[in-house]
């Protein structure tokens, strides 16, 4: 199928008590993996790349193959900007083909986050393009973005309204406690807070910070109204370790390279499917 917007790929998630997962890549064989995984579970799949990942692979070259894949398939695929802090760079991302970006004016006033997320919003409408944006400040380190314990702050319910009717955006991140990367303690969700900001704003709403959070909780986060869920560290953990196990396990005479990226796809596969299968997206394509 051609790529969907965020917008279309996440209508319906709250009344359907699912989430769609966005999922970070930074190549193709992860990329691929995780298409196979939504795949075979007839899910829609959010696919996201951080700045470094665009520049990694280029940008054009992201969109090219992206774009491939999900014409290769039949289930909804979304190409997602993750993120970005340089406008510049996300207007090419749109102008490029992208079909969400997200705009991370976090760190910024609120006024100002407004003003930059709704500038934002006009420019991606001309190209059709859906925008995700964030209120409050989600912990950790995710790509060159870095918010330290002490400065990640919890999305505050009464700015939201407001926030969503003036930029106009297609989905909400919010901060409640989850963390970028790895978790240096366990996780300590604040569903009251969710449970506040879903009543408040239809808007759909993001969890950031996937990685670790136990399953319970995730399907918690689901049946209160989470439409979309980021998941990214898990895969390079698997990804990395996978390689290091094939590199070990095969001889040296092996130079088929397939032989050892073969088994990345299959790890960011089974790890799509495992989380489809919490988010609850199986056969919503
Ligand atoms: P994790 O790397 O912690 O899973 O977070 C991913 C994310 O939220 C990307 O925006």
Do not use: W
């Amino acid at each position: 199928m051609p790529l969907v917007t965020l917008k279309e790929i996440l209508a319906g998630t709250r009344e359907g008590h699912y989430a769609v997962g966005g999922f970070n890549f930074n190549g193709y064989e992860d990329a691929q993996g995780m298409i196979n995984g939504a795949a075979e579970k007839r899910s829609p799949i959010i696919l996201m790349a951080s700045l470094s990942a665009c520049r990694y692979i280029g940008l054009k070259q992201t969109v090219g193959m992206i774009r491939g894949m999900a014409e290769s398939v039949d289930i909804p695929v979304c190409l997602h900007l993750d993120h970005a802090t340089d406008y510049d760079y996300i207007r090419a991302a749109v102008r490029e083909g992208f079909t969400s970006v997200m705009i991370d004016a976090s760190a910024l006033d609120y006024e100002t986050n407004i003003r930059d997320s709704r500038a934002i919003v006009d420019f991606a409408k001309q190209y059709h393009c859906s925008v995700e944006a964030e209120l409050g400040k989600v912990g950790g380190k995710e790509d060159h973005v870095v918010v330290d314990d002490m400065s990640a702050t919890f999305t505050d319910p009464e700015d939201v309204p407001r926030y969503v009717e003036e930029t106009g955006i297609d989905a909400l991140a919010i901060a409640f406690g989850s963390v970028h990367g790895f978790y240096k303690r366990e996780p300590k969700l604040d569903f009251p807070r969710l449970e506040k900001i879903v009543s408040l704003t239809p808007c759909p709403l993001v969890l950031h910070g996937g990685t670790g959070i136990p399953v319970e909780d995730f399907k918690r986060c689901v049946r209160m109204g989470m439409s979309k869920i980021n998941v990214g560290t898990e895969f390079k953990k698997a990804f990395t370790d996978t390689l290091r196990k094939m590199c070990a396990v095969l001889p040296e005479s092996q130079v088929d390279t397939k032989k050892y990226m073969q088994p990345v796809k299959d790890v960011c596969a089974e790890i799509v499917k495992g989380k489809i299968d919490i988010f609850g997206s199986a056969d919503r394509a």
